[in-house]
């Protein structure tokens, strides 16, 4: 361990930054970072880290990808931001058109926002809109599903699995929404179907395609879409697919839709929309719901407007992301990335503390099955040199897809190394 001391900004500001998901009085003291490139994190005190988790999943393309910085270097000097009431700008409706081409079915109308909750809650908001717009009747309730998380706002907390516990405090200020198991087989179809058709106050069903990240990295498959997708056809309610996480690649497709074979009403984006170099989030929905807005009748407008609604800045981020989606082979790697991780997480299914492993895409995990300290897991982590930050008793992996195999096996090795620690400190 180094004995450089801490730069003396990070004393001061601790006695006044307020951290995300941290208790400040007891959590572990941040360890200060100066720069980023690749896969990397330089620490102040010089130590490198090995990013095991891209920013909270958002570089996709490594840190400081050089397209993406120049896009938005030259956005910078022409104009950082404009809004869009009453203004355009090239980026954003640029950005929106190609949004258009390369989402599922005819997902071709995207409202920006700054975050992933608030693209939730604009998805909330147009699905319960919607049918006030289309049939003067109020439908107000949304299905959401066992171990799913779609942010922190409250419309998004609403929706969130309960029994997750990081939501409990709020449960009486927070909507009463229906949350469900998914739609695995015949029978647990069935009874979504019927609770459908039981009730004409649903408006949509949310759900995380394919992997629901936050509630500890839960995979199902294209199946339960699919069922997904016949039943909100069947009862005539809309269908929102929550791709914040599993869009633009991470799944192993472009978007889980695409790997499903499914296509939503809307669908919401985040994370790694800019590459994860400027907070930028979109609301995408079909015709058939765009057409619903679209009308002589003011009234029947979406009224929502973010201050930085399509943020040039983070627009040309965007833009740049996709071009490097089209012309370098980030698909290819995460489909390599999958393997590998496979190769090497599979093994600790052995071991006697593991319950599980799951990998897809470009995310591979290690559920436990006994008691974990998560912030004593994450102190051993970097002293092994890699920056993972489990989620409850799962330890897993969301790396950028350019990671090279020896950060990779790094990665991986440290997660071994954990498990046989825990292993021996559990005897």
């Known amino acids: 361990m180094s004995e450089t001391k801490d730069p003396a900004w990070l004393d001061t500001g601790l006695a006044h930054i307020w951290l995300p998901y941290a208790q400040m009085k007891t959590s572990a003291r941040p360890i200060a970072a100066v720069a980023t490139r690749g896969a990397r994190i330089e620490l102040a005190d010089g130590r490198v880290l090995i990013d095991g988790v891209s920013s909270w999943w958002t570089a996709v393309h490594g840190y400081n990808h050089p397209a993406i910085a120049e896009a938005m270097h030259r956005q910078l000097d022409a104009m950082p931001h404009v809004m869009l ?242 012309s370098e082979p980030r698909l290819d790697q995460v489909r390599v990335l999958e393997q590998r991780m496979s190769d090497a997480l599979a093994p600790l299914a052995a071991s006697p503390i593991v319950s599980d492993v799951r990998v897809l895409g470009a995310v591979g995990s290690v559920e436990l099955s006994i008691p974990y300290d998560v912030e004593a897991a994450r102190e051993r982590f970097i002293a092994r040199g890699c920056f993972i930050r489990p989620i409850g008793r799962v330890i897993y992996l969301a790396p950028a897809y350019i990671i090279k195999n020896d950060e990779l096996d790094a990665l991986t090795r440290a997660i071994a190394e954990e498990i046989g620690w825990l292993e021996r400190a559990d005897r």
């Open 85 to 326: 009431g009453g203004l355009a700008h090239e980026q954003a409706y640029s950005l929106a058109a190609r949004l258009a081409e390369i989402t599922p079915g005819d997902l071709g109308h995207t409202f920006f926002s700054e975050s992933g909750s608030v693209a939730v809650e604009v998805a909330m908001k147009i699905a319960v809109q919607y049918w006030r717009n289309t049939t003067g009747r109020s439908r107000t309730k949304f299905i959401a599903f066992k171990g799913g998380y779609h942010g922190d706002t409250f419309a998004t907390m609403a929706v969130c699995d309960p029994e997750d516990g990081m939501h409990k405090l709020f449960a009486g200020a927070l909507a009463q929404h229906l949350i469900c198991d998914l739609p695995e087989d015949a029978a647990s179809e069935a009874a979504l179907l019927e609770l459908l058709t039981a009730r004409d106050d649903i408006a949509a069903v949310v759900v995380e395609p394919l992997l629901q990240g936050a509630g500890g990295m839960r995979m199902h498959d294209e199946a339960a879409l699919k069922r997904l997708r016949a039943v909100c056809d069947q009862a005539d309610v809309l269908l929102i697919f929550d791709e914040i996480f599993t869009g633009f690649g991470r799944t192993g497709a472009m978007f889980a839709a695409d790997r499903s074979g499914v296509a939503p009403d809307i669908m919401t984006l985040g994370k790694a929309l800019t590459g994860g170099a400027s907070p930028l989030a979109a609301t995408i929905a079909s015709a058939r719901v765009f057409e619903a807005f679209y009308d002589d009748d003011a009234g029947k407008a979406l009224m929502h407007g973010p201050t930085y609604s399509g943020h040039a800045l983070g627009c040309a981020a965007a833009n740049a992301s996709l071009d490097l989606f089209a």
